[in-house]
């Protein structure tokens, strides 16, 4: 067909996936859908459902697979995901058995595995889409949940609304059909849901849709193993820790950086780990900025902690895998060595420290969290690699003072990264602050930006706040 709005791609069944789609119109439409939603969605915890205000709560289960669009264009439907990525072709699930979509009809559903037996998930999602033409296709599903666009028009009302609308549109069958819902009203029902299906395994989560628009996942914690690489302290209370970064390890011993955990305890559980981290701290060419804006203090990898996560996002809003920096430590301290797609931690808890586990490839294997990536980056074995920063501002004073000199110093970086990995922001401005007459002479500030104009703001204040009489710029 001449006015296709995508590329074929490799052979899947009796269609083809991977295909590209060409409408940069189109793929704007579909990624901003997932930003705007994805903006809505906020993770609930089990211990927070009787938090809940009464009200309205339209209920539907948490299906573990992957957010797709069926698209009707053309005469044709097909299947697009927010980054582009087209499933064509004479498929089980892009079967309509009633009468045709209307013309320019966008539904947004998520991509699943039928399993028998159990519930579904990711991970069988990528083994039923392999083997090419033999490729399981029969047991992929797609499950719709909301309507995108309606011949042409964007739908007004309610999601409830939406709802109905979806349910004339599609006829169900074995391999498409329309998420059921349910409207409850108290957070005792909410929670008698919860155990009946969560709690039993039947249903990965619940999606829980407020009327002012929120959206909650309610999913089981998750519990991961993970090695201390990291520590930030209190600014005001320096014998205590205030956030730690932790590390996973993949199956050739390679480390790599799965994001941060605050929630420590008391201050006396975080003065107590406090002084188990010190010690242990180790020189490093790997910097990485906590939420404040501290660098991270990195140490040598021999403590293992237990975290809970309400949940582990593996894609970025904007469609892509989530990116965590591969590391690696040397007798010289840590290095980077590139980028690889990992899993970001939502709300992890810190349980305890593992003095039972080591750090190996078994103990705090990357394994617990490869299935929480798209299944198309899965198995992505290449290491992503990062452009340099760029050096736009720098500057320096110094100031003499009985034979001492004390140095202040101001860099303005662009990352060029940002983009890329969303644990880089786009603009650093790092602060040096040495004099040789106090008792610890070195002092760094690092503040991060999002544009250029807020960076120099930050660069200014850091200047008036700082640079007085008696100081002369080289």
């Not at 289960?61 to 990525?85: C, H, M, T, Y």
């Not at 998420?179 to 919860?194: K, M, N, Y």
């Not at 790599?256 to 188990?276: V, Y």
Request: charge should be neutral; glycine fraction near 8%; proline fraction near 5%.
């Amino acid at each position: 067909m001449a006015n296709k709005l995508y590329s074929e791609g490799t052979i899947l069944g009796r269609g083809t996936c991977d295909g590209t789609l060409t409408d940069p119109a189109l793929l704007n439409q579909l990624a901003s859908y997932k930003r705007r939603v994805a903006s809505n969605y906020r993770p609930l915890a089990p211990a927070d459902i009787d938090k809940l205000a009464p009200g309205k709560m339209i209920v539907s289960e948490k299906i573990d697979g992957e957010l797709w669009f069926l698209i009707a264009v053309n005469n044709e439907v097909f299947l697009a995901n927010p980054r582009g990525s087209v499933i064509a072709g004479a498929l089980p699930f892009l079967t309509l058995a009633g009468k045709p979509l209307p013309e320019r009809t966008i539904i947004a559903g998520e991509l699943h595995a039928i399993v028998a037996g159990k519930r579904c998930r990711v991970g069988d999602l990528a083994a039923a889409l392999s083997g090419g033409a033999k490729a399981k296709v029969g047991e992929v599903a797609f499950s719709a949940f909301d309507l995108v666009e309606d011949a042409g028009v964007a739908p007004v009302g309610s999601y409830s609304d939406r709802h109905v609308r979806l349910q004339a549109l599609i006829e169900t069958s074995s391999n498409l059909s329309v998420v059921p819902i349910e409207s409850l009203g108290t957070a005792v029902q909410v929670r008698d849901l919860f155990s009946a299906k969560i709690e039993s395994s039947e249903w990965e989560g619940l999606v829980l849709r407020l009327e002012m628009g929120l959206i909650y996942k309610l999913k089981p914690a998750v519990s991961v193993d993970a090695v201390v690489i990291g520590y930030t302290t209190k600014a005001d209370q320096s014998d205590l820790a205030r956030s730690i970064l932790l590390g996973l390890m993949h199956e050739n011993g390679q480390l790599q950086i799965l994001g941060a955990c605050g929630n420590l305890g008391s201050e006396d559980e975080r003065r107590e780990l406090l002084r188990k981290l010190v010690p242990l701290k180790t020189p490093s060419q790997v910097r990485v900025a906590s939420d404040t804006g501290g660098l991270y203090t990195f140490m040598q990898p021999q403590i293992v902690v237990e975290v809970n996560v309400t949940d582990l996002q593996g894609e970025k809003s904007g469609g892509g895998a989530q990116l965590g920096t591969l590391i690696n430590h040397t007798a010289t301290g840590w290095i980077s060595e590139g980028m690889k797609p990992c899993p970001r931690p939502i709300h992890p808890v810190l349980v305890r420290v593992r003095t039972d586990k080591n750090v190996n490839p078994v103990d705090i294997r990357f394994a617990q969290v490869a299935a929480y990536l798209p299944s198309g980056d899965l198995a992505q074995a290449e290491s992503v690699e990062l452009p340099k920063s760029t050096l736009l501002r720098r500057e320096v004073w110094t100031k003499e003072a009985k034979g001492q000199v004390a140095i202040r110093k101001l860099l303005i970086w662009k990352t060029n990264k940002e983009k890329i990995a969303t644990s880089y922001p786009a603009y650093v401005v790092h602060w040096t602050d040495y004099s040789p007459t106090r008792a610890e002479p070195l002092d760094r500030d690092v503040r991060l930006a999002p544009d250029e104009a807020e960076a120099a703001k930050i660069a200014e204040a850091l200047i008036g706040d700082n640079i007085k009489k008696g100081w002369s710029k080289l």
